[in-house]
């Protein structure tokens, strides 16, 4: 990265305060841009979802990873469930979506409970193993919740062979030929069964076209790929050793606070359980963070204090930093180092993402701007004028800390901790009806990013960060770039 001729930097920059300007490319396609990271993590899209309770679990683990990213699962889940998530999440089709199954007798009501599970918002209906039929989301509109699914469900459903998808043609021949079968049908969404007729998954028409662009971020065995979160308090070496053992690929230390002393043992702590996964550690703003985070046993650092949707921190303590230059900051000292650091926080465009990229960042975390999602955890509201949304809350919020520290705290301690908080307790995140999905929200990012290292010459990442030609721009000059609403 370098700095656009005659602009000089007098303050921290946030990433409203820069652009991109272009530079000679001969880089013709997007397509012709590789978004694999260098950090050992095994990602093929340089996302990751952060480890916040309203967004991250089984079911955007295994979305994202299928696409390329990497989910982190929250810090306070027990144990015994993040072992149940992780085996889930191994077990899953890197090609295949899972699918939502009724049978013939369940009723509408039930449907409707589950579609919204995925963002295919259909269910496979099933007899005996074998599909006979599905069921939309639209086919239940304005009909009885008693009504059973045999009766609103399309019956002979386009099915598609599992031995059609893993054919010597190859993978990219045989979702072509699904995606044609299925076009020819006039059908969106199809069960994919196995030899005896028994469903394998589902597979829709955009995620055959999905399939074909991303390649899935899959671990030695080639299962699909996921991160876990220790805290700083209680046994972390029981914990990691138990993440360990449940076959996490990335271990994440976190804190709202890295740089401290509780941190530096958590990380020893670790480190003794020999663990052969990158080790993850954060938040830090500042060099010498990320120097003592690193001597302690990181791999790599978290960066960012108070740029996220759901933090108070800046306006509660003015404790932070405008999160661009911690990043190209943080991140040069981890290149001297040998390691790396991950941008977490304060992302709201696909632009962000790739400033963060060029700032030196391996992988941006995505926290907020994924709660809005089929697959976060929370569950799915309306409200009367139809809209829909979830509630999120902030990792450091009076309800996180409550739910992190319900079984080793006193009624009286944790009553204490409730009267501070530095980040949101519930917010409603409304799903965008364009991009309801996090694939949706993955296709709108990665288009950006593979633009951003087109206009950069850059086939790569590496690439991009060592050739973007970045400026210092005012409010004026970013709200020129904003789009006017339609119809000004």
Same mark, same amino acid.
């Given at each position: 990265m370098r700095l656009l001729p005659g602009h000089t930097i007098s303050h921290d920059l946030t990433y409203d305060d820069v652009f991109l300007a272009p530079s000679y490319s001969d880089v013709s396609s997007r397509f012709?841009? =590789?978004?694999?990271?260098?950090?050992?993590t095994g990602t093929t899209i340089p996302l990751v979802v952060a480890n916040m309770t309203a967004v991250s679990g089984r079911r955007?683990?295994?979305?994202?990873?299928? /696409?390329?990213?990497?989910a982190v699962l929250p810090q306070d889940l027990p144990l015994a469930e993040v072992r149940r998530t992780i085996a889930s999440v191994k077990g899953r089709h890197p090609v295949l979506e899972t699918p939502v199954t009724v049978t013939p007798t369940d009723t509408v009501h039930t449907v409707l409970t589950l579609v919204d599970k995925r963002a295919h918002g259909a269910a496979v209906v099933l007899d005996q193993g074998r599909p006979v039929g599905v069921v939309a989301r639209s086919d239940c509109h304005g009909v =009885?919740?008693?009504?059973? #699914?045999?009766?609103?469900m399309s019956a002979d459903p386009t099915v598609l062979q599992m031995d059609a998808l893993e054919g010597p043609g190859g993978l990219e021949a045989a979702l072509e030929s699904a995606f044609e079968a299925q076009h020819a049908a006039r059908r969106r969404f199809s069960p994919v069964v196995d030899s005896s007729g028994r469903l394998r998954g589902v597979l829709t028409r955009v995620g055959a076209l999905r399939s074909s662009i991303y390649a899935p971020a899959l671990d030695d065995l080639g299962r699909l790929r996921i991160a876990a979160a220790v805290g700083v308090n209680g046994d972390?070496?029981? /914990?990691?050793?138990?993440?360990?053992?449940?076959?996490?690929? #990335?271990? #994440?230390? =976190?804190t709202a606070h890295g740089h401290q002393a509780k941190m530096i043992e958590a990380l020893r702590a670790v480190r003794e359980q020999e663990p052969t996964v990158p080790v993850v550690a954060g938040n830090v703003v500042t060099a010498d963070g990320v120097?003592?985070?690193?001597? *302690?046993?990181?791999?790599?650092?978290?960066?960012? #204090?108070?740029?996220?949707?759901?933090?108070?921190?800046?306006?509660?303590?003015?404790? @932070?930093?405008?999160q661009f230059s911690a990043v190209a900051e943080c991140a040069a000292r981890a290149r001297e180092l040998g390691r790396h650091v991950w941008a977490d926080g304060g992302i709201r465009h696909p632009r962000d993402v790739a400033l963060a990229l060029v700032a030196g960042a391996s992988q941006v975390m995505v926290g907020s701007w994924f709660a809005g999602t089929f697959e976060s955890t929370g569950d799915l509201h309306v409200e009367a004028d139809g809209r829909r949304y979830k509630e999120s809350f902030g990792m450091a919020s009076a309800r996180a800390v409550a739910a992190?520290?319900?079984?080793?705290?006193?009624?009286? *301690?944790? *009553? /204490?901790k409730s009267l501070y908080e530095?980040?949101?307790?519930?917010?409603?995140i409304y799903l965008d009806p364009e991009r309801p999905g996090v694939e949706d929200l993955l296709d709108h990012i990665t288009a950006g990013l593979r633009s951003s290292c087109t206009y950069a010459g850059a086939r790569t990442l590496a690439q991009f960060r060592e050739r973007a030609v970045v400026g210092l721009q005012s409010r004026a000059?970013? =709200?020129? @770039?904003r789009p006017l609403p339609g119809g000004w």
């Open positions: 012709d841009v =590789d978004l694999s990271s260098t950090d050992g955007m683990a295994e979305t994202v990873a299928r /696409r390329g990213g990497m =009885d919740q008693f009504t059973q #699914v045999h009766e609103v972390v070496a029981a /914990r990691a050793r138990g993440l360990l053992e449940a076959g996490a690929d #990335v271990l #994440v230390v =976190d120097t003592d985070l690193v001597e *302690a046993g990181a791999d790599i650092i978290k960066v960012g #204090v108070g740029p996220g949707a759901m933090c108070t921190t800046r306006m509660m303590t003015a404790v @932070g930093r405008p992190r520290t319900a079984s080793d705290s006193s009624p009286f *301690a944790r *009553a /204490r530095e980040g949101i307790s519930t917010s409603r000059g970013y =709200d020129e @770039g």
